[in-house]
Protein backbone atom coordinates (compact mmCIF):
# COMPACT_ATOMS: atom_id res chain seq x y z
CA UNK A 1 0.00 0.00 0.00
CA UNK A 2 3.03 2.00 1.24
CA UNK A 3 5.69 0.71 -1.13
CA UNK A 4 6.44 3.76 -3.40
CA UNK A 5 6.26 6.05 -0.29
CA UNK A 6 9.50 3.68 0.83
CA UNK A 7 11.35 3.40 -2.15
CA UNK A 8 11.06 7.19 -2.34
CA UNK A 9 12.05 7.61 1.13
CA UNK A 10 15.24 5.38 0.93
CA UNK A 11 13.40 3.29 4.02
CA UNK A 12 13.75 -0.34 2.21
CA UNK A 13 16.58 -2.41 0.94
CA UNK A 14 16.45 -4.86 -1.20
CA UNK A 15 16.46 -8.63 -0.80
CA UNK A 16 19.51 -10.37 -2.40
CA UNK A 17 18.64 -13.28 -4.58
CA UNK A 18 20.54 -15.64 -2.46
CA UNK A 19 17.29 -14.61 0.09
CA UNK A 20 14.32 -15.76 -2.35
CA UNK A 21 14.74 -19.22 -2.86
CA UNK A 22 11.61 -19.32 -5.45
CA UNK A 23 9.80 -16.08 -6.28
CA UNK A 24 7.75 -17.48 -8.46
CA UNK A 25 6.00 -19.74 -5.46
CA UNK A 26 4.30 -15.81 -4.52
CA UNK A 27 0.83 -14.88 -6.35
CA UNK A 28 1.36 -13.11 -9.46
CA UNK A 29 -0.13 -9.74 -8.15
CA UNK A 30 1.79 -10.36 -4.89
CA UNK A 31 5.43 -11.09 -6.34
CA UNK A 32 4.76 -7.82 -8.97
CA UNK A 33 3.70 -5.63 -6.18
CA UNK A 34 7.29 -5.70 -4.27
CA UNK A 35 9.70 -5.64 -6.97
CA UNK A 36 10.91 -2.70 -9.40
CA UNK A 37 13.56 -3.11 -11.99
CA UNK A 38 13.50 -6.87 -10.94
CA UNK A 39 14.67 -6.37 -7.63
CA UNK A 40 12.48 -7.27 -4.93
CA UNK A 41 12.01 -5.41 -1.57
CA UNK A 42 9.64 -7.04 0.06
CA UNK A 43 7.34 -10.24 0.35
CA UNK A 44 4.75 -9.52 0.58
CA UNK A 45 1.70 -11.06 2.91
CA UNK A 46 -0.95 -10.05 0.65
CA UNK A 47 -0.75 -13.35 -0.95
CA UNK A 48 -2.34 -14.78 2.34
CA UNK A 49 1.05 -16.41 3.18
CA UNK A 50 1.35 -16.60 7.08
CA UNK A 51 4.90 -15.88 8.14
CA UNK A 52 7.69 -16.28 11.18
CA UNK A 53 10.34 -13.90 11.73
CA UNK A 54 13.10 -15.44 12.67
CA UNK A 55 16.80 -14.45 13.33
CA UNK A 56 19.24 -15.74 10.38
CA UNK A 57 21.57 -17.56 13.25
CA UNK A 58 18.65 -20.01 15.00
CA UNK A 59 19.19 -23.26 12.97
CA UNK A 60 16.55 -24.95 14.61
CA UNK A 61 14.13 -22.37 13.18
CA UNK A 62 15.78 -22.38 9.91
CA UNK A 63 15.50 -26.04 9.71
CA UNK A 64 12.44 -26.30 9.86
CA UNK A 65 9.72 -27.63 7.44
CA UNK A 66 6.95 -28.32 8.94
CA UNK A 67 4.51 -26.84 11.43
CA UNK A 68 5.51 -29.27 14.18
CA UNK A 69 8.82 -28.36 13.48
CA UNK A 70 8.41 -24.93 14.45
CA UNK A 71 5.77 -25.38 17.40
CA UNK A 72 8.37 -28.11 18.68
CA UNK A 73 11.50 -25.65 18.61
CA UNK A 74 9.43 -22.35 20.17
CA UNK A 75 8.11 -24.83 22.98
CA UNK A 76 11.85 -25.20 23.81
CA UNK A 77 12.43 -21.25 24.41
CA UNK A 78 14.18 -20.49 26.93
Known sequence: ???QDFLDGN???EIAASETSDPSDLLGYARD???R???YYAISLLGCSNV???QKNDPSL???TAFNDVSNTL???T
Open 33 to 35: GVQ
Open 37 to 39: NGK
Open 1 to 3: MFF
Open 62 to 64: ANA
Open 52 to 54: LFY
Open 75 to 77: SQC
Open 11 to 13: TVE
